[in-house]
């Protein structure tokens, strides 16, 4: 029961500040944590259902105080790789580390990892007061801190006039924050959230999404998120790991995974991509679009671009090449046009359709696809 | 037309019942002409020795058949419902469940007259009289209690239990604080439709009854065999209106719970 | 070592979550298996045993129980026993036809009331279900007794002799079954039309035409679900039925219920009661059988 010790008792004292800048969960602060030694580390994950291998050995380092997403679509194993790390499954091969313990075989209740679940899981029995204080009752805390404690987290979600509520009697988006009062109230090391805003509306998911970041930024805590929203991971994560098919195809910031995929599969989860077929030549990398001075690790292969590095030009400008284009699409901020040979741009150019133009494709926009 | 078939059967349920009651309150004891309005029957109720005796029966067989079929039927149903066994035994538990509901109740009279009688030359528990019953009575109930139970079982969905155990629940703090307050409602559902069972058998208590453990049903049955006296239409109006409480009681219970 | 597995969150192994099922499922298995299953299984060999002197039984192998049920007594032989098989099957069969046709009236009408109105009317079909049997059965009595309209109706038509009571009768016999299982065909058959389709039916009407085509087409196979388990429902509680012969048939209608309850009651002959037993099982199992296959048919019709 090592990490029962490490809740600091110390933060209730700065309840008071309205601002609740101080973090009960943690004093020290989000910088300055990304020392390995407290991360998760998950090492060569292996599962199978029956016939089925939903992980095939996956390797993960995830820094303490990072926000991480899992992003890929349904059916890659990343629920089944949170479950692993919520103790919820056990892998066929491989080990999860946190801060140098195992706890690959360390059962779910004595985990100091918590999870807010898809559809939340609150206990329908019990109001919210009572579910938020389910985990500190557990362990046994003395009611008086289970009230502190319960009282600051439901504050810090905004939750304050629920307390005698039934789940039943809440809404989607106060159930998904009672979810995760619940689960933050513990101090876990790491809190795990699956899809929890897979419930909510459009609009709300996107205020959540920010309330979430900022929460995490201001505890400081690890988090990890797993979602099939790109948008959501872009806009929530320190660090995305791309899965599918059972792998992590790339990890990276939000940025780096956008920018510069790796794989095919990366470039087009990861919002809109033009693929380019690329031939080695003397000169460099052949396309229709010209040739360009890269190095690639294949004869044939693609390249990847994102529609906005396109340039449009209405004249020639050296280095571009003549096209038509075939449709456009009226985005608000900007068009979004579909070009002959297939190439999707975007522009703030006004273009219609048959009008020939001219693009260029700068060599620093171009990815280079492994597989 | 449909409406005055339809009010017709419903008739057909209610005539009967409403003659007993109207003979209920009727002042001639022999014979079933009018002789004017009374409660005496009723009062006398309250007197008559064998009416007591079947009540205190009927409802001490109740209690005790409902307590023990919601214990065995409540672990049947949690152990059927939350532990992962093979298909096989699955399936033969889930038949030994549907056989005592689908077994014709004279059939499952036959059986336990047969057993009890094997029995008796080993334990004299299985003498005819109220043990028996009691065996007798769990033996259908258990089966009710644990279908009822599993139902109720299969609508909680497995993160409920996860969540428990990811706050730190060890399994009997599961049990105690999520499980079981979870599944009352089941439960005394289970309960409730033991206990009516119970009350409502005649079948296997007529065949496993002995000389001092008579029953109501019993002693209707029997006056009705011998000549029934008003008292006996009065008790049976009362029972009769505690079912109709009982019933509408229960409508609304399971209509605010849903 | 056993492999750990994580069954509803909880860590564990195969075989310890197996011990702790088995423990659970142990009394009330253990329970169904002492008082049903063995002593069921058991009626087959005692029905080929012999009565002793005493009531006890002596295990031999014979066919007279079975013999003596076709009617082969001590006493030469009388079709008796063989009426009453076949009369339980025809009370039985009547029973469930009867009700059938009471039943799809009752679900209509319910159906036809207003949505917060039609727990109640399905009360009133639920208040008769939980009334003990023998209340019902003796009520019947007093209903069908001389004194009382029914029979006096009677006698004034000619049909009944003036101070005759309307019971013990083959009519009786049927009102009070017909009035014990209605409950049992109702609730489930509600169920299945509450669930109707009424744009099916618009369309079924629209294409047909007559009512009988609508049912044929309409109804029937949309409420064959609840008119299946309300078949089952009133016919095999309806070939074990004892009370309502017993208390209204007398002793020309008796069916096999009461031959078992004879047999096991008042002459102690478990042997012979076994025997019963299982042919009425046999007999309740067959029907099933037959119906589950004709059923088939009119669902493909």
């Known amino acids: 029961m090592l990490f029962l010790k490490r809740i600091r008792r110390g933060g209730l004292g700065r309840r008071g500040g309205a601002s609740g800048e101080g973090s009960l969960l943690r004093s020290d602060g989000a910088e300055g944590l990304w020392a390995t030694s407290g991360g998760l580390g998950l090492q060569g994950i292996t599962k199978r259902f029956g016939e089925l291998e939903v992980l095939r050995g996956v390797s993960l380092e995830v820094h303490r105080g990072e926000f991480f997403t899992l992003l890929g679509p349904s059916g890659c194993g990343k629920t089944t790789l949170l479950r692993i790390v919520g103790g919820f499954e056990v892998p066929d091969a491989g080990r999860v580390v946190l801060g140098g313990r195992d706890l690959t075989h360390l059962p779910a209740h004595r985990r100091p990892v918590n999870t807010v679940f898809q559809n939340y899981a609150l206990f329908p029995h019990l109001t919210v007061y009572e579910n938020v204080a389910f985990g500190l009752r557990s362990r046994g805390f003395p009611e008086a801190e289970v009230r502190a404690r319960v009282e600051y987290a439901l504050g810090l979600l905004h939750l304050e006039g629920l307390l005698h509520r039934y789940p039943q009697q809440l809404s989607g988006g106060q159930k998904q924050r009672v979810a995760l009062a619940r ?46 929203d790109q948008e959501e991971a872009m806009a929530v994560s320190d660090r995305i790991g791309v899965m599918e098919g059972g792998r992590i195809l790339q990890v990276g910031t939000p940025e780096e995974v956008y920018e510069r995929p790796r794989t095919r599969f990366v470039a087009e989860f990861l919002g809109v991509a033009n693929l380019i077929p690329a031939r080695r030549g003397k000169g460099g990398v052949e396309t229709p679009w010209g040739t360009f001075a890269l190095e690639v690790p294949w004869e044939r292969g693609f390249l990847a671009m994102r529609p906005e590095r396109v340039e449009v030009h209405l004249h020639a400008v050296p280095g571009s090449v003549p096209a038509r284009v075939r449709q456009v699409i009226y985005r608000g901020a900007y068009l979004e046009a579909f070009l002959e040979p297939s190439l999707r741009v975007r522009t703030a150019l006004r273009l219609s359709p048959d009008q020939e133009i001219f693009v260029r494709l700068p060599v620093k926009g171009l990815v280079v696809l492994h597989e | 037309m449909t409406r ?255 | 070592m056993n492999r750990l597995l994580v069954w509803y969150g909880e860590l564990t192994t195969a075989p310890s979550l197996f011990l702790r099922g088995l423990l659970l499922v142990l009394p009330g298995m253990v329970w169904l298996l002492a008082f049903l299953v063995l002593p069921g299984l058991v009626l087959l060999p005692l029905s080929f045993a012999e009565r002793g002197a005493f009531g006890e039984v002596v295990w031999t192998f014979s066919w007279e129980n079975y013999r003596r049920l076709l009617g082969f007594g001590v006493l030469g032989y009388s079709p008796d026993n063989l009426l009453a098989l076949l009369r339980t099957l025809w009370v039985a069969l009547v029973t469930t036809l009867i009700c059938l046709l009471l039943a799809y009236p009752i679900a209509f009408f319910i159906r036809s009331k207003p949505r917060a109105q039609r727990y109640l009317w399905l009360s009133l079909v639920l208040i008769p279900f939980w009334t003990n049997i023998v209340i019902r ?165």
Do not use: C
């Open chain 3, 137 to 301: 059965t003796y009520a019947w009595q007093l209903l069908l007794a001389p004194e009382m309209p029914f029979a006096r109706l009677a006698s004034a038509l000619g049909l009944l002799e003036p101070g005759m009571a309307l019971f013990p009768s083959t009519l009786a016999v049927y009102v009070g079954m017909v009035s014990a299982f209605l409950p049992f065909m109702v609730l489930p058959l509600y169920s299945s039309v509450e669930r109707l389709d009424e744009s099916l039916l618009e369309a079924v009407r629209d294409l047909y035409g007559g009512p009988w085509r609508v049912f044929l087409h309409g109804v029937l196979p949309q409420t064959l679900p609840g008119l299946t388990v309300g078949v089952i429902l009133t016919f095999v509680p309806a070939m074990g039925m004892f009370v309502v012969p017993d208390l209204l048939g007398g002793a020309k209608h008796l069916l096999v219920g009461n031959l078992i309850q004879q047999a096991f009651y008042t002459m102690r002959d478990w042997p012979y009661g076994a025997a019963l037993s299982l042919v009425l099982v046999l007999l309740t199992l067959l029907a099933l059988r037959l119906y589950r296959r004709h059923g088939k048919e009119v669902e493909l019709a």
């Open chain 1, 183 to 228: 689960a933050l109230v513990n101090e876990p090391e790491v809190l795990l959230l699956d899809e929890p805003m897979s419930a909510l509306d459009a609009k709300l998911r996107a205020e959540v999404q920010v309330e979430l970041r900022n929460l995490q930024r201001r505890l400081g805590a690890t988090f990890i998120l797993v979602t099939h």
């Open chain 2, 4 to 258: 005055a078939v339809a009010l017709s059967a419903l008739a057909l349920l209610y005539l009967p019942m409403l003659a007993v009651a109207l003979f209920s309150l009727n002042r001639t004891r022999h014979g079933l002409g009018w002789g004017g309005f009374t409660w005496e029957w009723y009062l006398r109720l309250l007197q008559n020795e064998a009416v007591l005796e079947a009540t205190r029966n009927t409802f001490l067989l109740a209690l005790l058949s409902t307590l023990l079929a919601t214990l065995l039927g409540t672990l049947l149903a949690l152990g059927l419902e939350r532990h992962p066994f093979g298909r096989r035994f699955r399936g033969f538990l889930e038949t030994l469940l549907y056989l005592p509901v689908v077994t014709p109740d004279l059939i499952l009279a036959a059986a336990l007259v047969v057993a009890f009688g094997f029995l008796r030359q080993a334990f004299s528990l299985f003498e005819p009289g109220l043990p028996a019953m009691v065996v007798g009575h769990v033996t259908f109930q258990v089966a009710f209690v644990a279908l009822v139970v599993m139902s109720r079982l299969q609508g909680l969905p497995r993160e409920l239990d996860e969540a428990a155990r990811d706050l730190y629940a060890t399994y009997p703090v599961y049990l105690r604080r999520v499980l079981l307050p979870l599944l009352t409602p089941g439960i005394v559902a289970g309960a409730m439709l033991a206990f009516t069972l119970s009350l409502d058998d005649f079948v296997i208590s007529f065949f496993t009854a002995g000389p001092t453990s008579q029953t109501l049903p019993l002693l209707i049955y029997a006056s009705a065999r011998r000549g029934v006296t008003p008292e006996i239409h009065a008790v049976s109006t009362l029972i009769f209106l505690l079912t109709v409480l009982a019933v509408l009681g229960g409508e609304r219970l399971t209509r605010r719970s849903v």
